[in-house]
């Protein structure tokens, strides 16, 4: 049911047949357009309920190719137990640990269904370790370009799934561009190389929206009333609102829109600043600095398409320093039982904001993304604990635990 792809700058079509990158006049990013009178015709959302619990049960708004899958999506709803009406969207309990096996596995479906056998991709750390995942259970090659500092889970799943990696000295921004470089020179023809970059082909965006689906149904196909969603490069957000305006014209959905939230680290937060300004594209972010390293992204490509939604929706954009990241994190854990990665629990911080200046109101449904698991974050959410107790010990001092009294 997949006819074409779809410019979203200029809406010209480009057909769906053949490996695409983005639109070769203007470089804006191609959506997947699907024949949807024709989907909803032959199917209904009642026929979802004896579906496979993964973002395949949605399969016929997906492209028509044999997945690629690991068990990705239908994560857990979860209802928040400090906040009524508050969900928190579990997706670090995908394979990898985090949202990025959704976009990957769709566009490693998309790449072996093509025939490409080698993958190319920066990446802040998640989506390089999922690309690794699903381009080892595809068959295919993956060169991975990523952050030397990126959280050592990241480095390490890389490795065992046989993944070659190049560690970049600098950001995900100095990785694109070292992947740029590259393809300047004949290498990257000559070695047949594919980039799946974030939104620089149409299909990571096509497993994202998955999460937009999942919404709906989970929630009874009502939408809430806002979603936050912590945006590096933004794929998720992209990916919902497609969503939402395919399940309207499928009649899942009505008119009904949540308005869209996009929280960013106070350390790197283009997104934020753009929107404060009123502007419809962002500035790259100068000495972008952030523990939560899936929000260290200086400028990311779709940034016309984020802003556009968040207008629309009425939505909001708000930062959150490392330090309420942190506190928020060690918060879900002992309040919600989520360990959750650092860019997810900035979604708790971003509420809390949105609660106390009344955008939201305690009787609003708000679905909050904890965009993967904390266990991939080991290393850096350790890191502050070994920066205090070296300087505790640096400075000894009398401490009474249970009875016990003694220099520690
Ligand atoms: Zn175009």
């Known amino acids: 049911m997949l006819t074409h792809l779809e410019c979203t700058r200029c809406g010209e079509h480009y057909p769906a047949d053949r490996p695409q990158s983005v639109c070769p006049k203007d470089a804006g990013i191609l959506y997947a357009r699907y024949d949807l009178p024709a989907i909803k015709k032959n199917f209904s959302s009642a026929r979802l309920?004896?579906?496979?619990?993964?973002?395949?049960?949605?399969?016929?708004?997906?492209?028509?190719?044999?997945?690629?899958?690991?068990?990705?999506?239908?994560?857990?709803?979860l209802s928040s137990r400090e906040f009524s009406n508050v969900?928190?969207?579990?997706?670090?309990?995908?394979p990898t640990g985090s949202f990025k096996a959704r976009g990957l596995a769709a566009a490693v479906t998309m790449a072996r269904h093509f025939g490409l056998k080698k993958l190319?991709?920066?990446?802040?750390?998640?989506?390089?370790?999922?690309?690794?995942?699903?381009?080892a259970a595809a068959g295919l090659e993956a060169h991975i370009f990523m952050p030397k500092d990126v959280p050592m889970a990241n480095r390490i799943e890389c490795d065992y799934y046989g993944a070659n990696v190049t560690l970049v000295d600098g950001l995900i921004s100095d990785c694109a561009k070292k992947v740029a470089d590259m393809k300047k020179e004949d290498f990257w023809d000559r070695e047949g190389w594919f980039d799946v970059s974030t939104t620089k082909e149409p299909y990571r965006v096509e497993g994202k929206k998955t999460m937009g689906y999942?919404?709906?149904?989970?929630?009874?196909?009502?939408?809430?009333?806002?979603?936050?969603?912590?945006?590096?490069?933004?794929?998720?957000?992209?990916?919902?609102?497609?969503?939402?305006?395919?399940?309207?014209?499928?009649?899942?959905?009505?008119?009904e829109r949540p308005k869209m939230i996009t929280v960013q680290s106070a350390g790197c937060a283009p997104i934020v600043k753009?929107?404060?300004?009123?502007?419809?594209?962002?500035?790259?972010?100068?000495?972008?600095?952030?523990?939560?390293?899936?929000?260290?992204?200086?400028?990311?490509y779709g940034d016309y398409l984020i802003l556009d939604i968040l207008k629309k929706s009425k939505g909001a954009a708000v930062s959150a320093t490392d330090d309420e990241i942190l506190e928020a994190t060690r918060h879900w854990s002992k309040v919600e039982g989520i360990f959750a990665a650092p860019e997810?629990?900035?979604?708790?911080?971003?509420?809390?904001?949105?609660?106390?200046?009344?955008?939201?109101?305690?009787?609003?449904?708000?679905?909050?993304?904890?965009?993967?698991?904390?266990?991939?974050?080991?290393?850096?959410?350790?890191?502050?604990?070994?920066?205090?107790?070296?300087?505790?010990?640096?400075?000894?001092?009398?401490?009474?635990?249970?009875g016990i009294i003694g220099p520690y």
């Open 49 to 77: 309920l004896a579906r496979t619990p993964t973002m395949w049960r949605y399969d016929a708004i997906l492209p028509d190719a044999n997945p690629v899958s690991l068990g990705e999506g239908f994560t857990p709803m």
């Open 87 to 94: 969900y928190i969207k579990d997706e670090g309990l995908n």
């Open 120 to 135: 190319a991709i920066p990446s802040a750390g998640n989506a390089a370790g999922a690309l690794a995942a699903y381009a």
């Open 214 to 255: 999942e919404v709906a149904e989970q929630l009874g196909w009502r939408m809430p009333q806002g979603i936050i969603y912590p945006t590096g490069g933004g794929v998720g957000l992209l990916g919902m609102w497609k969503a939402f305006d395919e399940m309207e014209a499928l009649g899942w959905i009505g008119s």
């Open 274 to 300: 753009a929107f404060e300004e009123g502007k419809s594209s962002s500035e790259t972010w100068t000495d972008a600095a952030t523990l939560a390293s899936g929000l260290r992204v200086p400028k990311p």
């Open 344 to 402: 997810g629990a900035a979604c708790l911080v971003a509420y809390r904001k949105l609660r106390a200046n009344g955008f939201f109101k305690p009787e609003d449904t708000v679905v909050l993304f904890n965009t993967g698991s904390g266990l991939k974050y080991l290393d850096v959410l350790d890191a502050p604990q070994k920066a205090v107790s070296s300087a505790q010990s640096a400075k000894p001092q009398a401490r009474q635990i249970a």
